[in-house]
């Protein structure tokens, strides 16, 4: 999940077609997690084939890419390595909160309360080997780029956007901001009109772009420093401390300047300070990747997801959009670099 940080950090709202032209990559485990959510039955059951394989993360990977290529898109995906060994009980707080909600839900349904059991559902997320692999092969059959991070998928992406190599980075986490990616793009897979987690409400959700510059000036803090603040508030890799959240440690950082002066003026204490601290501004990263798309093997796409039980005629319709639009994209291109000659 990530620091929250909403409520303290600007952004505005955007329409898809303005991140057109643009290479944006995306933290694939982030945006899988988010269809394997939303993208179910009403029961909260997930979109399965025949064989009780889920395809609910294949479905968005296909039909929200085509739709994002569509707007002139050209998406990079970052997949996550091992995890820091500081993130295991995050992971483990994790794991049983899901155990939880799926006792919740199998509840919901035998009492026949499918609203209850929706919302219980989509707290049962998990990314096993075959959603991780499955949704590799896919992408890889679409000729979109793959980056497996040596650590977190959010850290090499943050990298990425740093070094200048993509416009933006896309998540739904704000540690791309501490991971010091210049941009961060939200909302960009899950556009629409969305249910609120917990409430029997909708919303409008809507591309959402935070320039990481001035959204650090508008609080007053450093990165460095708002690091430290998220650290007394607390982390994917560390608890924080009761009763601080994302006002009172910003506030602390703002009047003792580092986490070390906000401490010895609580005098409370943080182990492994230093590590989490260090995990946000020196992690490891790879340079190893691609980020220009090759050609498509519909007919692998289409192998694939048949095989999945999805309809071929879906399918085609998703791959014929892809092949138009990155066929209308190019001449677009190419319009562009001849205008730049007169």
């Not at 709202?13 to 899988?32: C, P």
């Not at 991780?132 to 980056?147: A, Q």
């Amino acid at each position: 999940m990530g620091v929250n940080l909403s409520g303290v950090i600007e952004c505005r709202e955007v329409d898809l077609g303005y991140l057109s032209g643009r290479k944006v990559t995306i933290d694939a485990y982030n945006t899988i997690y988010q269809f394997l959510s939303i993208i179910r039955q009403p029961d909260g059951y997930p979109l399965c084939d025949s064989k009780g394989r889920v395809t609910s993360h294949l479905s968005g990977l296909l039909y929200r890419t085509a739709n994002l290529i569509e707007s002139g898109i050209e998406p990079s995906f970052v997949f996550d390595g091992a995890p820091h060994e500081l993130k295991r009980t995050t992971l483990d707080k994790r794991k049983t909160r899901r155990d939880d909600a799926e006792k919740e839900w199998e509840k919901a349904v035998r009492e026949g309360d499918l609203k209850k059991a929706f919302t219980k559902a989509q707290q049962t997320s998990r990314m096993t080997d075959e959603i991780r692999d499955s949704s590799m092969r896919l992408l890889d059959l679409m000729g979109l780029p793959l980056i497996e991070a040596p650590g977190d998928g959010e850290a090499q992406a943050a990298y990425m956007c740093a070094k200048g190599d993509v416009w933006a980075s896309a998540s739904q986490d704000y540690d791309s901001i501490l991971f010091g990616a210049p941009r961060l793009v939200r909302n960009m897979t899950i556009t629409g009109r969305r249910k609120v987690p917990g409430r029997d409400e909708y919303r409008t959700v809507r591309t959402e772009i935070i320039e990481s510059e001035e959204a650090l000036k508008h609080i007053g803090l450093t990165r460095e420093q708002l690091v430290d603040a998220c650290i007394l508030m607390g982390t994917d890799f560390n608890p924080g401390l009761s009763g601080i959240g994302p006002k009172r440690g910003i506030k602390l950082i703002k009047d003792h300047g580092s986490l070390e002066k906000a401490l010895k003026h609580i005098g409370q204490d943080i182990p492994d300070y230093e590590d989490v601290r260090g995990i946000f501004l020196d992690g490891e990263y790879s340079d190893a990747y691609r980020l220009n798309p090759e050609d498509m093997d519909r007919d692998g796409v289409i192998d694939m997801l048949a095989g999945y039980d999805f309809t071929e005629s879906r399918i085609v319709s998703a791959l014929d959009k892809i092949d138009s639009a990155r066929a209308a994209n190019k001449a677009k291109r190419q319009q562009r670099s001849l205008d730049s000659w007169f």
